[in-house]
């Protein structure tokens, strides 16, 4: 590898622009949410925090259903999360290490189900939820989320490598039936790989808009359905809205700060192999 | 598949043997396709089949209001869409906000990647602060862009005023609309895509540079000559996911009109297909407008595709 270049001054500079600029959204969310509404119509702007964050909080958990809104979105992303990576590793690792008839067609069409657009399910989807009366249930924002062809894909390019052939044939000689061959051997090999497809598709599912605003309404909302409440006028008082705002977004910040890295890693992993 | 070929045993053991190669042999051929079977039974019930039914639903009139209605038109929805100025309005915005944010965001990315590419301290910091804005959803980011080009109280105006500029009413006019939806749709999406150009750039390999640095080539000619090669399957890539996501903008303008609706500004001024699609359905109830809105889209979509396949095609034949 040719050594890279030492970053100098410049780059330090540039580099700390990047960091102004992507959490200055974010800070001034909070600062926005600190104080009282009268403190957003001033000039200049408010640029430090106020003393109201905790009012604020409040109001927006109790008025806005912040609180059943995070507690829904956990559930929602968490259930697209735990089926998605199932079920990717199921197909991904047919698709890596398995011979059978057209194999090479079925992952084409696996790549295909990436470029379809939302929009184009969204009318059926709404009328098959109407029919069963799954309007404001958790379960019509679930079950459409568990296709991922993104997943089957991202754990197949994984398995491809990470998973020897000649473990799977051993296990299969020693007499292993199919799903302890899973268990005791692929499931192992494609842990890592399997974290990483959680995360993403977590983050993933807690800010998927377009569907949920279709089938959920504000009276059980996941949390992207309740900030769209609060930013269509539901609750006048801006700071309050930052402050919902603020509740939405925090969940996700946390994962960010305890595992960034390995988020980091799995875009920069599914880049290359993709 | 190995136990298919057991040497001949006598007695109840090769039997034995003998069932239980079946048995694998059994299950070798058809357990990929249990293993596939969850993936393509969702996909069928909530991919494959919504895709079809929306085409036949653009055949038909439907109303929100008894969905289970329905009444054969043929293609009228679609002519109609043909004259309908909200429709060509939505598509020439959907074109105009997706020019403005993804060019812009693709070079920033470029020179970001290019920077993090760099020996440095704190890279992984660097690397989680890039992608932060993806963290946070459409609904958050836009709420707080909305209050930052706000007219009256509005931090950007008053950093404008500072410099001497007079106030924008950003939300109002047709560009200073489009360009504020974009800075949104730019700041989520930037880091993101550095991050995969960064993934790029690593795995360049070092030998390339060496032999253009002994060639004597410059650091601009390195870049031109062995990094955008490169990178060239990585920037199409890039290229494609941002189109089929900037088609289907959605949550920014429709956030970014606060109280008033799903009709992109007064004058419909910043309204993408995305957002029609939406208004054409759920506001005024007209579910099989919006199936023809949202075939329309995927066959803008198909088309681009087919002229950027074709391009391809025409510049590799002629070298």
Redesign the interface.
Known sequence: MRQRARAGVLTYAALIVLTVVSLFPLVWTAVAASGSNGRLARTPPPLWFGDDLPENLAAAWTDAAMGTALLNTTIVAGTVAAGTVLFSTLAGFAFAKLRFRFKDLLLLLVVGTMMVPPQLSVVPLFMLVAELSWTDRLQSVVLPALVSGFGVFFMRQYLVTALPTELVEAARVDGASGPRVMWHVVFPAARPAMAVLAMLTFVMSWNDFFWPIIALTQSNPTVQVALTGLGRGYIPDQSVIMAGALLGTLPLLLVFVVFGRRIVGGIMQGAVKG | ???GTTAPVSGPRAERTAR?GRT?RW???W??????A???V??AA??L???L??GW?SLHRVELTA??DMEWVGLRNYSRLLTDEFFWNALRNTVTIGLMSTVPQLLMALG?AH???????GS?F???????????????????????FGR????VN?ALGLAGADPVDWQNGRWTSQFAVSTIVI?RWT??NA??Y???L??VP??L??SAALDGASRWRQFAHVTVPSLRP?IL?TCVVST?GA??L??EP??FN??AGATGGSDHQFQTL?LY??EQ??VNLH?GR??A???A??LI?LLAGAVVALAGAYRRRTG
């Open positions: 598949m190995l136990s239980r694998h299950a070798a051929r357990s990929p396709y249990a293993y596939l969850p993936f393509f969702f996909f909530f991919g089949f919504p895709l039914y929306t639903a969905p289970t970001i920077l993090l590419h760099h020996r440095l301290r992984t660097f690397r989680v602060v890039a992608l932060t804005p993806y963290a946070t959803s459409v609904a958050a980011a836009t709420l707080v862009f909305v209050l930052l009256d109280f509005g931090l008053w700041w880091g993101y991050l995969i960064l993934a790029a690593q795995a070092g030998e540079y060496e990585t890539f089929i088609t289907q959605f949550g429709l956030l606060g109280s995305g699609l939406y359905g759920w579910l919006a199936s809105i949202a075939w889209m995927f979509l």
